[in-house]
């Protein structure tokens, strides 16, 4: 069964634009992980957040944490046609390693 | 490229037929996940193992096994395949074991298995 939710289902944007992503979680957690697909293919890590932190940053990409609420949201700034990709936030809680990933946001950046 | 690969890149079997997936992990990661992805939805995870033994398992039945070789590519066996079985397949390696709940998976680009 799926962790979470992802919100929006759907986002679409013009390139330079911000773009928000929110995902909530249902258990407690290790580590709140967000992912990018293209097209059906694999999927790429892109920030791992632990949940002792707050915030993070890597390049266009902020992600929060807030473990009170079970919620995280990821924001990728001056958007860019190549970031056209579904985004997936995966938890890991309990003491293994597995993934267990929401729906899922379809992000499109228009030209 | 995360240096994880799977193969076949495509296949298609029919109902009640049998099939493997292979998966070859990252040089010096010592543990292979196996995840399915339905269309439209996220990935849910399958199994994981751990130096060739199973490492947890999620809510598959046992018609899907696995196997880890001592070089630590994997195997997902699945029998007695149903039309619902039809999605992408994908395998992530990582350095993990008992101290593994920050690491990060390097996935592969997963087999778009379809069951007619």
């Known amino acids: 069964s799926q962790q979470g939710e992802e919100d929006p289902q759907a986002l679409s944007i013009q390139e330079g634009e911000n773009a928000t992503m929110n995902c909530s979680y249902k258990?407690?957690?290790?580590?709140l992980q967000w992912y990018r697909q293209n097209s059906g293919r694999g999927l790429v890590h892109l920030i791992l957040?632990?949940?002792?932190?707050r915030e993070k940053h890597s390049g266009r990409l902020r992600v929060t944490l807030d473990t009170s609420k079970k919620s995280s949201s990821l924001l990728i700034t001056a958007s860019r046609a190549a970031d056209t990709a579904s985004y997936f936030c995966?938890?890991?809680?309990?003491?293994?390693?597995?993934?267990?990933f929401g729906e899922g946001t379809q992000l499109t950046v228009n030209p | 490229e995360t240096g994880v690969t799977q193969s076949p890149t495509h296949l298609i079997k029919t109902r009640g037929q049998q099939v493997t997936l292979r998966c070859s992990s990252q040089?010096?990661?010592?543990?292979v996940s196996w995840y399915q992805q339905a269309l439209g939805q996220g990935p849910q995870f399958i199994f994981q193992?751990?130096?060739?033994?199973?490492?947890g398992r999620g809510n598959f039945p046992p018609r899907f096994s696995g196997l880890q070789f001592p070089n630590y590519s994997s195997e997902l066996n699945v029998n007695a395949l149903e039309l619902d079985d039809s999605a992408l397949y994908l395998c992530?390696?990582?350095?993990?074991?008992?101290?593994?709940?920050?690491?990060?998976?390097?996935f592969g680009p997963g087999t778009r298995l379809t069951v007619l």
């Open positions: 193992y751990y130096r060739e033994e199973e490492n």
């Open positions: 957040i632990r949940s002792n932190e």
């Open positions: 258990t407690s957690i290790n580590n």
């Open positions: 040089s010096g990661h010592n543990t």
């Open positions: 995966a938890t890991v809680g309990g003491g293994g390693s597995r993934l267990t």
């Open positions: 992530a390696s990582s350095l993990g074991g008992t101290s593994g709940n920050t690491d990060t998976q390097y």
